[in-house]
């Protein structure tokens, strides 16, 4: 039986999709179905296929009673919209279903773990807010409330633990079968903590430990944690709210955290090693990965920020969109990021160069809105040039440059001609490894975005635009003289 308030949902997106032409959407990257999207969600691998769902208002541009919309994959870079999956229909999620995961069940059956919210206004005008977390479970398409949600509630709270900030279970199946999910909280200091909760069977959870506290370092409350084991380490993803400018490592307001450590087992705790960002862009947060079949650690994030989202004058259809799946890894510390190799096999056309560039250049074939193009920066003959800029998405009027300083390893980008009508942040920079003037770039555009890899991985750079197609050349800028080395493809999906 499905409510009143998902078959609206299914209804309504059924109508209006088809009012969205596929090229009004990015072509490989995940958008909202209808309306809105945020977060991903449940990320897992069922019945042979990639699923993700997101953070989902049908009905408008805006943020609304979060529902969870469905996408699914083979390769992580076809997808297939589903009809939405949950919708706030229960007395315990009338606000919303807020984030959270899936993971498949021994009976074969997909569960789906997330955080329901109550908000009630109050005679003073103040707001009652609860969070609780709550569970479904499916067969891929058709999801079913447990009859006796909410299975996390206020009362399974540490002591001084926030029921108001309670949220994004995390799930995973430890190897003696047993599951665990990390959730993110706030606790006494007001600043987040990441709780660790454990189960037999999905639905009777207890409290196990805080592996994590931010102590009013990174942000305050700590959104979306994921928690996982890579390369011989065990790594904290969350994205926190409120972050302070740190150097070029952090950025105010919404930001993304990586920790890498290890798990201190007689104390419960994770002990860290090393904290970056995950993402140096503009538009990334609330990444979620899932492991698949063969092993690898898969990253999605909402490819927006908070402070940032505007729906484009040009493109008013639809607002919210994934990055490209990315393979984790760790090297040296650090946590290494790389789209998915699946996207090779869509890789077609392809342009190669390896010239002397000064001053402005365009170059026969280098241009398009949906590619993948390589770029290896290097001095020429050992003479160090001034500047590298490159103009993607370029027309007339609009640009989004790319520029990189070799003496100062400062990576920069930059929208602020890219069609955005609002006062704010468009550019930014990040610090990258000092290579004496080589630097290895690939650059993914996707009609609506262009996400950057730094040296084989080790830094990534997310930025939405929304300018139109036509605009599609690509400008060299060389301040001096250096060496570009050019491999570029077609993206034909
Ligand atoms: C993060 C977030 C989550 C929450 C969801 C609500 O972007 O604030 O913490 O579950 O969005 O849509």
Redesign the pocket.
């Known amino acids: 039986m499905i409510s009143e308030k998902l078959k609206k949902a299914r209804d309504y997106e059924q109508a209006n999709a088809k009012n969205i032409n596929s090229d009004e959407r990015p072509a490989y990257h995940i958008s909202t179905y209808v309306g809105w999207m945020?977060?991903p969600n449940g990320f897992s691998y069922y019945k042979n296929k990639y699923h993700l769902f997101y953070?989902y208002h049908p009905y408008g541009l805006n943020?609304g009673p979060?529902h969870w919309g469905h996408v699914t994959s083979e390769d992580l870079i076809h997808w297939e919209y589903l009809p939405c999956a949950i919708a706030p229909d229960a007395e315990y999620d009338d606000f919303?279903c807020?984030?959270g995961s899936a993971v498949e069940m021994p009976d074969g059956k997909h569960l789906l773990m997330y955080?329901g919210v109550i908000e009630k206004e109050l005679e003073n005008g103040s707001k009652d807010v609860k969070q609780v977390q709550c569970i479904a479970f499916g067969d891929g398409t058709n999801y079913e409330k447990y009859e006796n949600n909410p299975v996390l509630t206020a009362k399974d709270l540490p002591e001084g633990g926030s029921v108001i900030d309670f949220?994004?279970p995390k799930i995973w199946q430890e190897q003696d079968g047993s599951y665990a999910c990390i959730v993110?909280n706030r606790v006494d200091d007001g600043s987040g903590a990441l709780l660790i909760y454990r189960s037999d069977d999905c639905i009777n959870w207890h409290f196990d430990t805080i592996l994590d506290k931010c102590n009013n370092e990174y942000g305050r409350m700590w959104?979306?944690p994921d928690y996982f084991e890579l390369d011989g380490k065990k790594v904290i993803l969350t994205?926190p709210q409120d972050m302070q400018k740190d150097g070029y490592e952090f950025h105010n307001g919404n930001g993304t955290l990586c920790l890498i450590g290890s798990y201190d087992e007689n104390l419960k705790k994770f002990k860290r090693e090393n904290i970056q960002s995950i993402d140096y862009g503009l538009d990334f947060?609330?990444p979620q990965t899932v492991l698949s079949p063969d092993g690898r650690r898969i990253m999605i994030a909402?490819m927006q920020n908070?402070d940032a989202c505007h729906p484009p004058m040009t493109n008013p259809k639809w607002f919210g969109q994934m990055t490209v799946a990315r393979e984790l890894n760790i090297k040296n510390g650090r946590l290494i990021q790389n789209p998915v190799s699946e996207i090779e096999s869509v890789r077609t056309n392809k342009v190669y160069y390896n010239n002397v560039i000064s001053g402005q250049t365009k170059l026969d074939g280098i241009c398009g809105r949906v590619i993948d193009m390589i770029l290896n920066i290097t001095p020429c003959k050992d003479k160090l040039y001034d500047n590298f800029a490159i103009k993607v998405a370029s027309g007339h009027k609009f640009f989004t440059e790319i520029s990189y300083n070799p003496i100062t390893s400062i990576l920069s980008i930059d929208r602020s001609n890219s069609g955005s009508c609002r006062d704010i942040v468009h550019e930014r920079k990040c610090k990258v490894a000092d290579k004496n003037g080589e630097i290895k770039l690939r650059m993914l555009l996707d009609r609506f975005s262009v996400e950057i890899f730094v040296n084989d991985g080790e830094q990534a750079l997310s930025t939405t635009i929304y300018t139109p197609q036509t605009d599609n050349n690509i400008v060299f800028d060389v301040i001096g003289t250096a060496n570009v080395e050019v491999e570029k493809y077609d993206l034909n999906m």
């Open positions: 945020n977060d953070q943020w979060m919303g807020f984030s955080t949220r994004d993110g959104e979306c994205s947060y609330a909402w908070w």
